[in-house]
């Protein structure tokens, strides 16, 4: 959307976000809003700007967590009697349930992420292992200055990746989904942070095999880690515990390796229209560097190196008698 009539941007933001109220402060006629809503995972991308400063007043925000980032200018925001500030390079978390009223200067221009609650909430009950008891609250300031540099590496992968035209398979998105919610709850302080920093006791080694032999028989699935939780009615704090203690490992890791595997072996059976950025995708991998890069330290080349190697060892390569040059 881009319009210069306030009505209209407000019927626009209202529909991505919740129902709000905006006052321009100043001439409205200079107003000209934008507004862009991609969707490569479950948690939509949004970028923002007005281009006036304005005042707004999102009442209460509800069912809507929402971790806005400031690209340019910057702004002002009271949540229940908490107020904080963000500039350019910072990003700063709202929580649901909350009356809130934002100001954004001119200059202001957000990207944002508007986090699916029940995903979220889920999220967090699967690490501490029990249903919530009470709301789930962020502290309402800027994000540490190690988890911005992570956060903003992990949104440009993910606008590239939609603005590139390379969709995410439904494996890739659930492992994207669970890894930005994993990192703000680990990250950023809420109310039940001090609850998922305690230690939960590592669960014996026949369940721990049990996971293991769930992660290899669903690997080919969009399962994460917290689905093999879930399957074996562990906190995913406990499930962490195990693998740690009996096999010097995350879980995530064992599952990356397992998927790796099923890569390597996909590689090696490609026919000639295969490719690897498809194969890795359909097996979870959703940055497709880091995976290159993983492939290589657990297989000593590159994927590349194996899809050649599977094209010509394929009966159709072998079946083609070389040209001769006349």
């Given at each position: 959307?881009?319009?210069?009539?306030?009505?209209?941007?407000?019927?626009?933001?209202?529909?991505?976000?919740?129902?709000?109220?905006?006052?321009?402060?100043?001439?409205?006629?200079?107003?000209?809003?934008?507004?862009?809503?991609?969707?490569?995972?479950?948690?939509?991308?949004?970028?923002?700007?007005?281009?006036?400063?304005?005042?707004?007043?999102?009442?209460?925000?509800?069912?809507?967590?929402?971790?806005?980032?400031?690209?340019?200018?910057?702004?002002?925001?009271?949540?229940?009697?908490?107020?904080?500030?963000?500039?350019?390079?910072?990003?700063?978390?709202?929580?649901?349930?909350?009356?809130?009223?934002l100001w954004f200067d001119r200059?202001?221009?957000?990207?944002?992420?508007?986090?699916?609650?029940?995903?979220?909430?889920?999220?967090?009950?699967?690490?501490?292992?029990?249903?919530?008891?009470?709301?789930?609250?962020?502290?309402?300031?800027?994000?540490?200055?190690?988890?911005?540099?992570?956060?903003?590496r992990t949104l440009s992968y993910?606008?590239?990746?939609?603005?590139?035209?390379?969709?995410?398979?439904?494996?890739?998105?659930?492992?994207?989904?669970?890894?930005?919610?994993?990192?703000?709850?680990?990250?950023?302080?809420?109310?039940?942070?001090?609850?998922?920093?305690?230690?939960?006791?590592?669960?014996?080694?026949?369940?721990?095999?049990?996971?293991?032999?769930?992660?290899?028989?669903?690997?080919?699935?969009?399962?994460?880690?917290?689905?093999?939780?879930?399957?074996?009615?562990?906190?995913?704090?406990?499930?962490?515990?195990?693998?740690?203690?009996?096999?010097?490992?995350?879980?995530?890791?064992?599952?990356?390796?397992?998927?790796?595997?099923?890569?390597?072996?996909?590689?090696?059976?490609?026919?000639?229209?295969?490719?690897?950025?498809?194969?890795?995708?359909?097996?979870?991998?959703?940055?497709?560097?880091?995976?290159?890069?993983?492939?290589?330290?657990?297989?000593?080349?590159?994927?590349?190196?194996?899809?050649?190697?599977?094209?010509?060892?394929?009966?159709?390569?072998?079946?083609?008698?070389?040209?001769?040059?006349?």
């Amino acid at each position: 959307m881009h319009t210069r009539n306030l009505d209209e941007a407000i019927d626009a933001v209202s529909k991505v976000y919740c129902p709000h109220t905006v006052e321009v402060i100043g001439p409205i006629g200079e107003i000209d809003a934008f507004l862009e809503v991609n969707h490569p995972t479950s948690q939509p991308l949004v970028s923002l700007s007005y281009s006036v400063p304005v005042r707004i007043d999102a009442q209460n925000f509800s069912r809507l967590f929402l971790m806005m980032g400031c690209e340019n200018g910057a702004a002002a925001a009271t949540q229940e009697r908490l107020s904080a500030q963000w500039k350019k390079g910072q990003t700063l978390p709202f929580s649901a349930g909350f009356e809130t009223q934002l100001w954004f200067d001119r200059a202001f221009v957000q990207r944002a992420v508007r986090l699916d609650t029940d995903k979220l909430e889920a999220q967090c009950a699967r690490w501490l292992g029990h249903p919530l008891d009470q709301p789930l609250r962020f502290a309402l300031r800027p994000f540490s200055d190690e988890l911005e540099q992570i956060w903003r590496r992990t949104l440009s992968y993910l606008w590239s990746s939609e603005e590139g035209g390379l969709p995410l398979t439904s494996a890739a998105k659930a492992a994207f989904d669970e890894y930005l919610l994993t990192l703000l709850l680990h990250h950023h302080p809420h109310n039940y942070s001090a609850e998922m920093a305690e230690d939960d006791p590592a669960p014996v080694p026949g369940v721990v095999r049990r996971a293991e032999r769930y992660m290899m028989d669903h690997a080919g699935s969009p399962i994460t880690v917290s689905d093999v939780a879930a399957h074996l009615g562990l906190s995913l704090r406990s499930l962490q515990a195990g693998f740690r203690q009996w096999r010097n490992t995350t879980p995530n890791a064992h599952l990356r390796q397992i998927r790796l595997h099923l890569v390597r072996d996909a590689l090696l059976r490609a026919g000639p229209a295969a490719n690897v950025t498809t194969i890795a995708m359909r097996a979870g991998f959703a940055h497709l560097g880091r995976f290159s890069a993983q492939y290589r330290l657990a297989f000593g080349e590159p994927p590349s190196a194996t899809l050649r190697r599977g094209r010509l060892a394929s009966p159709s390569a072998k079946g083609t008698a070389p040209r001769t040059a006349r």
